[in-house]
Structures are given as structure tokens and as C-alpha cells.
């Protein structure tokens, strides 16, 4: 990953006499809308996404924590489960700290670097989610259609190549999306109706040619989005057909439960990424677009390790270990 960000910065800075033309997009500022600019209302947004900020990094630190410390969940699962629970910080992390500032100076300004680095590793984290989650589902196909194998199957090497790849893939694409961003140039009326730097907001905003950044869009979101989404059902496919054979009622229960927590993590991101799509697509409103954009970049992230320490004993016993140990 330290490679790739010393190439972008590289890239970067040799393509920067491109994009003086017409303006100077280096000293650009863009202005983020956010949510309202009643100022009684600004006291109460800033406490509502502190607290949710504040709830998202302990939760996920604590499952990365009882993870870490408890042997009993030393498995792959769990394993990808603290990779998405960190990836969860990250993402929340890359947009909530510049909005509380923002609320908080009431100045709504980012400058274009700030910009382009918040869109990368927005797209980077969130791209790695979808890959997480991808892989998460593979390893519940392979506990309950191959139960003799699955220490042999999903052995550490294979794990940890797995989320290698899973970052080395969203790297290249949100390096991709980014240097395509820094091709184009940006006039005047730099208003961005978003509480961050999102992707499609920076290109409509743009005064070049923004076909390639558009077709890229697109290819991707098939490739990286439309993929993953085809392995998870289709791995869930082959696990409801394999505990629908399991005789009795009482195992059919126990495999199913094992699947439930990361099914509603999925649920719950999907149907959010869903939101935002339709919500943009179907209105004009930037209020409707940055508030749906909230569930899935804040209220998500937030919601996981809720939805896996409720519903995961495991999770739950180490949580107590993990409490009991400090206390």
C-alpha cells in the first residue's frame, strides 16, 4: 500500500501543468454543502455525528480487540470480521472527522488536494467492504457445504491471500478513479451538495470532457461491484441448498445461525449502497442524497459490530472475557 500511495503523489505532481487549463485547479476550493446551513440546527448535528463517530470506532475496536485476545476465535471468520471492522474505522474515519470540523468552524471549505485524498481512500474502503464481505460469505460456504475440509480449504495462507488481494484490487481501482479526477478541470461554481469529496459530485462539477471518467465509473462498478454481489449469492445459493438436506430441524438451526450475522451485515449494506443509487438517481434533492449517504458511510459502519456482538455468542464470550479481564 505504501507503494501505491508514493505512486499516486508521483502522478500527482507530474500531471499537475495539465489542469491549468482555463483555471488554476491547484488553488481551488471546493465548498461542502453538508446537510443545512440553519445555524440551531448545527449544534445538534455536530453531537449527533460525534456520537455516532464516537460509538462506530469504539465498537469496532472492541471486536477487533476480543478477537485479537481470545484464542477460541482465532478462525477465519473472525479473522475477516476484524479486517472489516478495521476497514469500518476507516471509512467512517475518512469523512466524519472533516464534517465535525467543518460544523464546528462553520467553514465549509476543502481545498482540491484534500479533496482528491478523501475520494481515494473513500473509494478504497469502501470497495474493500464489498470485497470483506465477499470473502466472508465464501468462508461460510465452505463451513457448511464442506465441513471435513474447511480447516484444509480456508487454511491461513489462503486468508491472508485473500484480503491481500482484496486490498491490492481497491487500491487499483480507487488509484484508477483518482488519476482520472486529476485529468480534469473545474470551473468556477465549485459547490459540492455532500458532507464529502464523493466521486460522481467531483465529476458532475467539472468543465472538461468527463465521458472516460464516466464509462470507468460504469466498467467498474459491474466488474468490482456487480461481481462480488454474484458470489454472495450464489455462495448463500449452494448454503440454503445444503442446509434444506440436513435431517434434522435442530441442525438445520445451527448452520443456519452461523450465517446470520454476516447476512444482515450484507443485507444492511447492500440495501444502503442501494438507497443512495436510487436517491440520486430519482431526485435532485441534495439533502435526500447526503442523508442517504449517511446510512451506508456512517449509520453501517456503526451497526456491524451491534448486529455481530448480539447475534454471535462467540462474540459475545469474548466481549465478557475481554470486560471481565479489565475490570
Known sequence: MHGCVILFFSYFDSHIDYMELGNDTRNSEFLLLGFSEEPELQPFLFGLFLSMYLVTILGNLLIILAVNSDSHLHMPMYFFLANLSFVDICVTSTTVPKMLVNIHTQRKIITYESCILQMYFFILFVGLDNFLLTVMAYDRFVAICHPLHYTVIMNPRLCGLLVLVS??????????ETLMVLQLSFCTHLYIPHFFCELNQMIQLACSDTFLNNLVIYFAAVLLGGAPLAGILY????????????????????????????????????????????????TQSSLSSATASVMYTVVTPMLNPFIYSLRNRDIKEALNLLFRGKS
Not at 236 to 247: E, H, L
Not at 258 to 270: D, E, G, K, N
Request: charged content about 5%.
Open 235 to 282: 455462495s448463500y445459493s449452494k448454503i440454503v441448498s445444503s442446509i434444506r438436506g440436513i435431517s434434522s430441524a435442530l441442525g438445520r438451526y445451527k448452520a443456519f445461525s452461523t450465517c446470520t450475522s454476516h447476512l444482515s451485515v450484507v443485507s444492511l449494506f447492500y440495501c444502503t449502497s442501494l438507497g443512495v443509487h436510487l436517491s440520486s438517481t430519482a
Open 167 to 176: 486490498w491490492i484490487m481497491n487500491i487499483l481501482h480507487s488509484l484508477l
